[in-house]
């Protein structure tokens, strides 16, 4: 009876190559855009990953003032950096949550969770400094108004437009890494539902050019993400750990509060007194009554969204508690019956084979002494 040979299939085929060695990957299709800027001849195509594109110069009294605006070939600047997110993200596994992960001896499930919640620290981390400081400097907090004014905001500094090329880039790489890290197929759904919300609001506050309105709301987010995962991070490594997640719970509720009053403020009363209210989309306007509505309407439903989970989540850790504490009690109670009646047969005796017993072991009644 002949055998068929099994083939072999190739290692760079095989899957623990390509989770194993998807930042080499990403890495050597970055370097062969840094290798083409040595060349003049293709120096041009690799700008177009590297730099934001559509820059217009604008006249003003100290000189000229370079800013930027969207289109197409932000595509090509954004797929640039999803390789760079992925060089950092695996860099972040296994230099600092591989580490820390072989010292906690954490279970599948937890360790899955410890190292989402591990990537999005140091990602929060540093989008809450880029980002508070892009709003600093851009005056965007010391004038409110300014959120709205001079509506359609079409033109963006560099750092705003590079801002949200770089948010869009990381949202759209943990796409990938969804197969890279092997995550659950239990866990698939509420993964792309979190990544979905993030890239359906970024890319709507660039696309209709609410980009100031976008980087206030995504500072409020993110605190209170940044916060959520700190907390989440100490209880892995603690389970009577719980107090940042009472911080996180007040920070949360008021982050959903300003986040439905300035978008009401700002979309609703704001955008509706300014004269321009035409739909051109050539010109960047798409302040009309309609597209407010449901700009309003769908940051009402995320928020809502996010508020019912939120209590969801509050209540069965509630519960669960509640549960804990009243086995607890039972547990207890159940042991002092115990002792308690263990306590009472030492007083008044026991019985043992049908025979009464004494505190001693001997019986309490007089034995009858033998005749002689």
């Given at each position: 009876m002949a055998f068929r040979r099994r083939a072999k299939s190739h290692p760079l085929f095989s899957q623990e190559f390509l989770i194993h060695n998807h930042a080499d990957i990403g890495f050597c299709l970055v370097l062969c855009v840094l290798v083409s800027l040595m060349f003049e001849a293709t120096a041009k195509t690799a700008f177009l990953f590297i730099l934001p594109q559509y820059n217009v110069s604008v006249p003003t009294t100290d000189g000229e003032l370079v800013l930027y605006h969207y289109g197409l070939k932000d595509l090509v600047t954004i797929l640039f950096y999803i390789f760079?997110?992925?060089?950092?993200?695996?860099?972040?596994?296994?230099?600092?949550?591989?580490?820390?992960n072989r010292r906690l001896h954490l279970s599948?499930?937890?360790?899955?969770?410890?190292?989402?919640?591990?990537?999005?620290?140091?990602?929060?981390?540093?989008?809450?400094?880029?980002?508070l400081y892009v709003v600093i400097?851009?005056?965007?907090?010391?004038?409110p108004k300014s959120l709205w004014e001079s509506y359609p905001h079409i033109h963006l500094p560099f750092q705003v437009k590079f801002f949200y090329l770089c948010q869009l880039s990381y949202w759209l790489h943990a796409l990938p890494e969804?197969?890279?890290?092997?995550?659950?197929?239990?866990?698939?759904?509420?993964q792309l539902q979190y990544i979905s919300l993030y890239l359906v609001h970024i890319a709507g506050a660039y696309l209709l050019n609410l980009t100031r309105l976008g980087l206030i709301l995504l500072l409020l987010q993110y605190v209170a993400e940044f916060l959520f995962h700190m907390a989440r991070l100490f209880y892995f490594t603690d389970e009577n750990n719980e107090k940042l997640f009472h911080a996180w719970a007040v920070v949360f509720v008021i982050t959903r509060l300003f986040t439905l009053t300035l978008s009401v403020l700002v979309i609703g009363f704001g955008l509706a007194r300014e004269e321009n209210q035409v739909f051109d989309p050539e010109?960047?306007?798409?302040?009309?009554?309609?597209?407010?509505?449901?700009?309003?309407?769908?940051?009402?439903?995320?928020?809502?969204?996010?508020?019912?989970?939120?209590?969801?989540?509050?209540?069965?850790?509630?519960?669960?508690?509640?549960?804990?504490?009243?086995?607890?009690?039972?547990?207890?109670?159940?042991?002092?019956?115990?002792?308690?009646?263990?306590?009472?047969?030492?007083?008044s005796g026991y019985h043992e084979n049908g025979v009464i017993k004494a505190e001693n072991g001997t019986s309490p009644r007089t034995k009858k002494l033998k005749s002689p």
């Open positions: 760079i997110a992925i060089i950092l993200h695996a860099v972040v596994q296994e230099y600092v949550l591989d580490k820390i599948k499930i937890k360790h899955s969770k410890f190292n989402e919640s591990g990537q999005l620290i140091a990602f929060h981390l540093a989008s809450v400094a880029w980002c400097t851009e005056g965007y907090l010391s004038n969804l197969y890279f890290q092997k995550v659950r197929k239990e866990e698939i759904p509420r010109k960047g306007n798409f302040n009309t009554l309609l597209l407010r509505m449901c700009v309003l309407l769908l940051v009402c439903f995320s928020q809502a969204w996010m508020m019912w989970h939120f209590i969801h989540f509050q209540l069965r850790r509630w519960r669960e508690y509640w549960n804990e504490q009243s086995a607890r009690k039972r547990t207890a109670a159940t042991v002092h019956a115990k002792q308690q009646l263990k306590a009472m047969k030492r007083e």
